[in-house]
């Protein structure tokens, strides 16, 4: 794999995870709105700014996954995935101030250890 196609790999995983983040974001806040108001919690999401922009970046990064694809084999590619777990269990415990337990770390944990399994294993 070269280094472009690497970095174009990490882009698409990474705003991926940002993308879900901004949602979840969003979404919160768009529930309690809805609450309040009375309104359809879907119908609010669509005047949210957190879930527009989160929807954005999830297209940018799904853009970036098809351009991952033409460069790269899947099964190199799609272990890359394990790092948005990650990801996003970080982004959730920091940024959303969401609960953690250790259950949830280790898991990631042990998907990310199977991604470094599988690019060992390609370096032959």
Known sequence: MTLPSLLLLLFAVFSSAAGQI??????????????????SPMLRAASTPWVVLGLLVFAVSALAWMSTLAQVPLNIAYPFNALGYLLIVLASST??????????????LMVVAGLVTVMAGQQR
């Open 95 to 108: 940024v959303l101030h969401e609960r953690t337990s250790i259950w949830t770390w280790g898991g990631s």
């Open 22 to 39: 901004m949602l979840k974001h969003g979404m919160r806040s768009a529930a309690a709105a809805a609450e309040h108001s009375g309104v």
